[in-house]
């Protein structure tokens, strides 16, 4: 009996463990800066919510003190999975700013 293998690609050169997305699952990048309260900043907010929705975050820039937080960045996932990733910012209390898809570096 001969078994079909599924083949996955991951949006980057090489694959890699736990961000891997079927042929099938649009792939898309969105850029989003957030804006993080002074209770969240010791958090691993990005983490979380990257392991949890399959999110590949790039962190772009960011500033953090004591008091606040910046962050810009670009995660890439399956539509789905950004879409809730961003309401789950969102309900902890993180302001997103949609910065739309990422400008192509030269």
């Known amino acids: 009996m001969r078994r079909r293998l599924t083949v996955l690609v991951s949006p980057f050169s090489g694959l890699r463990r736990g961000f891997l997305y079927s042929r099938r699952t649009p792939v898309a990048t969105l850029r989003v800066m957030l804006i993080l309260p002074s209770d969240l900043v010791r958090e691993p907010v990005i983490y979380r919510v990257a392991k949890t929705h399959h999110l590949v975050p790039n962190i772009r820039k960011a500033r953090v003190t004591e ?35 990422p400008a192509a570096s030269a």
């Open 67 to 101: 008091t606040s937080g910046e962050a810009t960045l670009d995660f890439t996932g399956a539509e789905e999975d950004l879409k809730r990733g961003i309401e789950d910012l969102t309900r902890l209390g993180v302001k997103v700013k949609p910065l739309g898809p």
